[in-house]
């Protein structure tokens, strides 16, 4: 096994295939702190209006361990997805010198005008988001619509990429190393589409790497308001749609962000319990899945399977993550920073009724060259895991129309 990390693999300098496998004595260890778990006392308020209840937690557990195999799943994994490790490094505009272990997917299209595609995902979600969208990217039903080769790497500390050892390893830094890792794979030009983190990484990367990135599309473009909007707002000079996103933002902060700020302030406190509780862990992860979906109804299995991809190696890293971004400037306190330089390729956005924000088109073109924006009536946070069909036709849309995306350059190059 690689360390402490409970699975086995090698990070070499090179990509090389991977399988997943873990240790079969702490999928057992684990099964039995499932079956160890103390329940809450129940008490008489309203339904999630402090957290999963007691019923939520009992149904799990018994399912943990009457229903659920670990090694079904893993299979299962191992034949959805084309994986590998690799170690990159992060180039002269980083300031994170160590060299950095990353699990990937990596799917290519069979069509010879495939755009490379990087695909970041975020808390508490993992590579498995992409899993709705890959086969609708990689080979779509029509030829006129774009196909990709598609990028998925585990953020540090996520997933089956070991987390850092040392600290400064947050979304500008990440953003560093999965420019190296696209360079590394071949791909000198590449679009990119990402959600929660995935949607700072995004920023972040095509604006610090103009040359790489073609262009973005974001699930998670966020732009608080600013001294001026709340001037406006408070004097009722708003627009409905700054008033929807200003309410969605109070909502947010007030009611929302809980889960947050621990993990951006005090994460091992936190990380010590959940580390050492599997349903725990689950229960504190599914309390957000929840809430950040429409009208998804989470299954036990992907419950559980979600969990793991945290609990594998342990959750710290994945909660800590926060206290990177709050170090770096991506959050300030309650909300979000608007620390972002503007990005001069062509963005696209997607928006979703159930997620945790909206930004109004205006706002939005304060830091980035926003060309197409798309706002549904359904859906939530995950969006490639919960609407697949709309993310894609967003997809398709923008990097369908090559003169407004800017893939027009890879036919350009093709043809150089």
């Known amino acids: ?25 702490f999928i057992k260890e684990t099964t039995l ?7 809450i006392v129940d008490v008489d308020v309203p339904e999630w209006s402090e957290g999963p209840s007691r019923h939520n937690v009992s149904t799990l557990r018994n399912y943990w361990l009457n229903g659920y195999d670990w090694f079904k799943i893993q299979d299962q994994l191992n034949k959805k997805y084309t994986q590998f490790t690799t170690t990159v490094t992060t180039g002269p505009k980083s300031n994170f010198s160590d060299p950095v272990p990353l699990h990937f997917v990596h799917h290519k299209s069979p069509r010879k005008d495939a755009i490379p595609l990087l695909f970041s995902h975020g808390w508490p979600g993992s590579f498995m988001e992409v ?3 890959i086969d609708g990217l990689t080979d779509p039903p029509n030829a006129s619509d ?4 598609v990028v998925v790497p585990s953020i540090p500390g ?20 999965l420019n190296s890792l696209m360079l590394q794979l071949g791909y000198n030009k590449y679009v990119m589409q990402g959600g929660d983190f995935g949607g700072l990484i995004l920023r972040y990367l095509a604006a610090a790497y103009p040359e790489n990135v073609v262009s973005v599309l974001s699930n998670f473009y966020i732009v608080t308001p600013n001294e001026t909007d709340w001037k406006r707002f408070h004097a009722g000079e708003t627009s409905e749609e700054e ?5 969605k933002f109070e909502n947010y902060k007030v009611n929302s962000s809980g889960y947050r700020f621990i993990q951006q302030t005090r994460p091992a406190s936190l990380a010590i319990g959940m ?4 349903i725990g862990n689950a ?5 957000l899945m929840h809430a950040a979906v429409d009208f998804h109804q989470w299954t036990p299995e992907e419950i559980v399977t979600w969990s793991m991809m945290y609990y594998i190696q342990g959750p710290y890293a994945g909660m800590r993550y926060y206290k990177e971004g709050q170090s770096e400037g991506s959050f300030v306190n309650f909300t979000f920073s608007n620390d972002f330089d503007y990005i001069h390729q062509p963005v696209a956005i997607s928006e979703f009724p159930k997620d945790i924000w909206s930004t109004p088109l205006s706002w939005a073109r304060r830091y980035g060259n926003v060309v197409q924006k798309r706002v549904h009536d359904k859906g939530g946070h995950f969006a490639a895991f919960e609407v697949p069909d709309l993310l894609l036709a967003d997809i398709r849309e923008f990097w369908g129309n090559g003169s407004l995306s800017g893939v027009d350059v890879f036919k350009q190059s093709k043809r150089a």
Do not use: C, Q
């Open 1 to 25: 096994m690689a360390n402490d990390l409970n699975f086995r693999a090698h990070f070499g300098s090179s990509p090389a295939p991977f399988k997943i496998d873990v240790s079969p004595d």
């Open 33 to 39: 702190k499932v079956s160890l778990t103390r329940l």
């Open 131 to 133: 899993g709705h969208i």
């Open 146 to 149: 774009p196909a990709f080769h």
């Open 158 to 177: 996520f997933g089956f990429s070991p987390a850092p050892k040392k600290l400064g390893l947050g979304n500008k830094e990440v953003a560093n190393v």
């Open 243 to 247: 008033n929807f996103g200003i309410r």
């Open 275 to 278: 580390t050492d509780s599997p």
């Open 283 to 287: 229960m504190w992860m599914y309390d």
